[in-house]
């Protein structure tokens, strides 16, 4: 039996009660220069109109979405205009460690007021800066299910970013001139359809060699069909329970080698922008990725019809996995902590922040009173709605910080063919005891 995602309801009435609801922002880089009077007795040059006084005042964040830079680097600028406070924005992501790059950047004495964190286990290194947020204007209207990764002892510790689904993204005038017309929703059904693509000469799925969608959000899988998620992932951790042995891992394998031995010839040189590109220009009929794509699809076709299938491991129905990517987290070791909870105030709650929430971002929002619609979210977030009934959820931030780019690393050489079932399975154990044991 497979644990039913609680955020079911929650989302999708707040999304589909948006019909007349707020949405729509750009974002660029956000460096404009803030300057004071130079002297005492000389006047000031009045504020450019429209444009609060500049303040001096800058606050950094430190984030890792690589597909809103260009975005958020805009609504920085807007809030800058509004407020006078700059705000510059540090984004690392796609191929980069996050992770390693953050620590490198605390432990080189530069404190960013605001940092991305995934929760649960990823959390607690980071306790002694992470403000708590229970009190913020914003905390009341978060969908209850969105608050459990950063919260702590009843305390809530970072703002969730969003909400956010993955599974299979399909082309659906692919699969109609394949002859395909239902949705596969198992295994079997899942086979029958890459056999009907491959017939018409369709590449049934566009596959990446990054670690991270890899390591990440399919192994992820496995672990979410587990009849206890948490519970089977405190005893790998433990020692208890091993990945190589367990029966859902050993089903998940066949899902993995459904997508892998029906990819795109140079899989392994395929990075997360290229097969984002190549999809959207119409060479595969999938690919594994979340409605976080839709704004870089949008780019090469904005009319592309998509959908959004399962991830099956079986003859049984599969599901999509929903979940918060990440939390915004307020540093109070950094220069200006209330400054950075001014802004992520002003981010949830202004026209302008909501507007680049939904329109510029393409976001789900995590707050109950932010509206959206399918113009503006696009049509995987949509079909992630639709979905959310039945999902599982997200599991990997219940590792330590490491394990999961080990978890990437093996399946990586998987991709490339250097290990068998066994092997890659006996990798994926050892990357969680070789961090669990340091």
Known sequence: MKRKFAFIMATV?????????????????????????????????????????????????????????????????EYEKETGVKVEVE??????????LLKAEIASGSEP???????????????????????????????PTAKTPATVDGKLYGMPMNVEGYGLIYNKDLFAKAGITEEPKTLPQLKDAVAKLKTAGITPFEATNEWWSMGIHLVNVGMAHQPDPKQFIDDVKAGKQTIKGNA?????????????????????????ATQVAEFASGKAAMMLQGNWTQGDIDKIDPALNLGLLPLPINNEEGTI??????????????????????FLNWMVSSETGQKYLTKEFKFIPAEANITADAADIGQVAVAVQEKSGNALGWNWDMFPDGVTQGFGAAMQEYLGGQLNHDQLLEKLDKAVQDIVKQ
């Open 321 to 342: 996995l929903v979940g918060v990517p990440n939390n915004y987290i307020v540093n109070s070791k950094s220069a200006h902590p209330e400054e950075a909870k001014a």
């Open 91 to 100: 984004t690392h992501g796609g191929g980069e460690d996050y992770g390693a």
């Open 13 to 77: 009435c707040t999304l589909i009660i948006a019909g007349c609801g707020n949405s729509g922002n750009t974002n660029s880089a956000g460096n404009g220069s803030a300057t004071n009077a130079p002297n005492a007795s000389t006047e000031s040059a009045a504020p450019e109109a429209g444009k609060a006084p500049a303040k001096d005042v800058t606050i950094k964040m430190f984030q890792f979405k690589v597909e809103i830079a260009e975005q958020l680097n805009a609504l920085a600028e």
């Open 248 to 272: 859902v891992f050993k089903q998940w394998l066949d899902l993995v080698d459904v997508i892998f031995d029906n990819a795109q010839d140079n899989k392994m040189t395929t990075d997360y």
């Open 113 to 143: 007021e605001i940092f991305n964190n995934g929760g649960y286990t990823a959390l607690v290194p980071y306790m002694d800066r992470a403000t708590d947020l229970s009190n913020e204007p914003w905390a009341a209207q978060l969908i």
